[in-house]
């Protein structure tokens, strides 16, 4: 790479009308009718954060669909609970929501509380670094302007990443005309994460993040 390129600045570092937008409130919304259990989303996450083999960040779970012979795929992450269980399990308080939405993971002391108290199954302990982790939205990406890596890589768009509070905002606009639904309502947990085309059924066949097998329907890894 020669002086003249290697000087041009990077798209998060032009300054004045191109200067980096920070989102306000992340959102993401799922469409399970688009997903094509292609796996990208996962396997740029694990490339993304070095999660290890057996463990998850996000995972597409296959389901094979009642009274038919066909296969569901049904994306899964953490999601970004308003009301989240992990934070209140935590006894030191490693686990907070920030600001802008997203549930994070600071200063982890191993107690393992939170893994235990996720209803989605979305955090796991790593025993290399010692300390519980999940899917944080790629915020080193979103803070500079790039969208979450399972976002970017997905062939259909059945990943979208936006800001909740912008009306300009597709995730935001989708929100409100389409009226998206939360993984297991029932928990209460005000997630930030929605779902398009998610019947009730996928929700017992699709046990969580980590978790591959259950009796409602045959899963594949």
Known sequence: MGDTERAL????????ENEI??????GMIIDVRRCV??????????????????????????????????????????MQCEDAPCVQACPVGAIYNKEDGRVLVV????????????????IFYNDQTKSAEKCDMCEHRTEVGMPPA??????????????????????????KDLS???FKAEEKT??????LGLDKWMEEAAP???RGDNEAGIIYE
């Open 21 to 26: 937008k920070k989102v306000k409130k992340v």
């Open 208 to 210: 969580g993040v980590q």
């Open 190 to 195: 005000n997630p930030r994460v929605k779902y």
């Open 180 to 182: 998206p639904v939360a």
């Open 107 to 122: 200063n982890c002391e191993s107690h393992k509380e939170c893994v235990k108290a996720c209803p989605y199954d979305a």
């Open 37 to 78: 259990g292609c796996h990208a989303c996962s396997v740029s996450c694990k490339t993304e954060h070095n999660v290890p083999l057996g463990d998850f960040r996000n995972r597409t779970q296959y389901a094979e669909t009642p009274d038919s012979n066909t296969l569901s795929f049904i994306p899964m992450i953490c």
């Open 150 to 175: 399972c976002v970017e890589v997905c062939p259909t768009e059945a990943l979208r990443f936006g800001d909740l509070e912008d009306e300009t905002d597709l995730v935001a606009k989708l929100t």
């Open 9 to 16: 600045p990077l798209p998060w570092e032009i300054p004045g």
